[in-house]
């Protein structure tokens, strides 16, 4: 004798291929044990969760968003449409009531409003400005412009040196007078970019290239303590004078170029 199987079991020998949104089988339905008790039937021996009502499988939220919003829309669309109205009227008809409506919404669109008030609002009512709002502090600075230069610290080749010869009388730098064997220092940040060799008379040269296309010259050095590509910051030593004889003093040559062309370097290096 064949046995007849329910529509609801029939729901189970579906496609196994085909998968079911667990939520929607959830909601259609809530309470899976109220067939533990029932009458035994196919099925029972491989599942102890009553299986959902296949009349109604369509998720009950669905559309209920978009149902809610559009009722949203209506209603602001009315309100904004019924203010607009009012408005329109009241400019139209000119009574004791529209008169002073008229003019509050005129006031509303074309004063400014008045911070210094609710700043002194706010301080009487929570003692103090609140930080959050810059308008409302007293203090007003003015805006400054950002210089985007790198600033680094200059310094002077000697300490202590004396000018000796100016930039009007060479043309190309200057000479400061040091002691015998003094030492030289970098004037600025920078990498060594030339290294010359020692002459007997006029000694060495050493070149550092700095930033903003900026090049310092450093010559008649008895001997220099620095090699090309070496890294110096200013007031690293890089040499020092030749030895003079007696009294004498040493002389050191120092240039500044500025994007190839020389200019006075007491303009740009602190020189005492």
């Not at 309100?79 to 008169?99: K, N, P, Q, S």
């Not at 000479?175 to 060799?197: I, K, N």
């Not at 030895?243 to 500025?258: C, D, I, M, N, W």
């Amino acid at each position: 004798m064949r046995k007849k199987v329910s529509e609801e079991h029939m729901y189970f020998l579906a496609d196994e291929t085909e998968e079911l949104d667990p939520e929607v089988v959830w909601k259609t339905n809530p309470n899976p044990w109220a067939g533990w008790s029932g009458d035994k039937g196919f099925m029972d021996n491989k599942s102890f969760v009553k299986p959902p009502d296949l009349t109604n499988k369509k998720d009950p939220n669905f559309g209920k968003n978009k149902h809610s919003f559009r009722k949203e829309l209506k209603w602001k669309l009315a309100i904004a449409i019924m203010l607009f109205g009012a408005v329109w009227t009241m400019f139209h008809y000119d009574t004791t009531y529209t008169l002073k409506g008229q003019a509050l919404v005129k006031e509303a669109l074309t004063d400014e409003i008045d911070f210094a008030a609710a700043a002194a609002w706010y301080k009487d009512t929570f003692a103090g400005a609140p930080s959050f709002i810059p308008i409302f502090k007293d203090n007003s600075e003015s805006a400054i412009g950002a210089d985007g230069t790198v600033k680094l610290p200059i310094v002077a080749p000697l300490e202590g040196s004396s000018l000796v010869r100016t930039f009007a009388e060479l043309l190309n730098g200057i000479e400061l007078a040091g002691g015998s064997e003094e030492q030289v220092v970098a004037a600025e940040t920078g990498r060594v970019l030339l290294l010359t060799d020692k002459d007997d008379s006029k000694g060495s040269t050493v070149l550092i290239q700095h930033a903003n296309q900026r090049v310092t010259v450093y010559g008649l050095l008895g001997k220099a303590e620095v090699s090309v590509n070496d890294w110096v910051e200013a007031g690293d030593p890089i040499g020092r004078l030749l030895k003079s004889e007696g009294s004498q003093p040493s002389l050191l040559y120092f240039a500044v170029k500025q994007n190839d062309q020389y200019i006075d370097p007491v303009g740009v290096i602190p020189i005492d």
